[in-house]
């Protein structure tokens, strides 16, 4: 097999492309999701780009971007309008395709929010709370 350095890349480089983080690629590598095209006479991981882009292309994963603004009261209406462009700004940049912004005006955080409960498919009125690694 002829090796053509540039269509392989190290971790760090795949992590950008694919948009995830080093930890996460050598854990699906553990967990068998993820195969190691070869690695260097160092021992370094080297993905093949082409691969990394059928695996992880939006055609095999469907991905929702939620954002959640929230403002305290009545009077921060336009606070909570520019977080929701601030938001949508930096979904933009990081090109998140579908988006969704959930606004709510509320003083405090707390679980039984009806726009914080659309976040999170997790009823967290039970009294078993667990938490969220």
Known sequence: MKIIESQYV??????KIIGLSIPTLRRYEKLGKLDVDFRTFGNHRRYDIESLKKVFSKNNQSTKTICYARVSSAGQKDDLHIQEQKLLDYCKNKKFDDVEVIKEVGSGLNYNKKGFKKTYPIDYSTKNK????
């Open 130 to 133: 667990t938490s969220c690694d």
């Open 10 to 15: 190290s971790i760090g480089q795949a992590a």
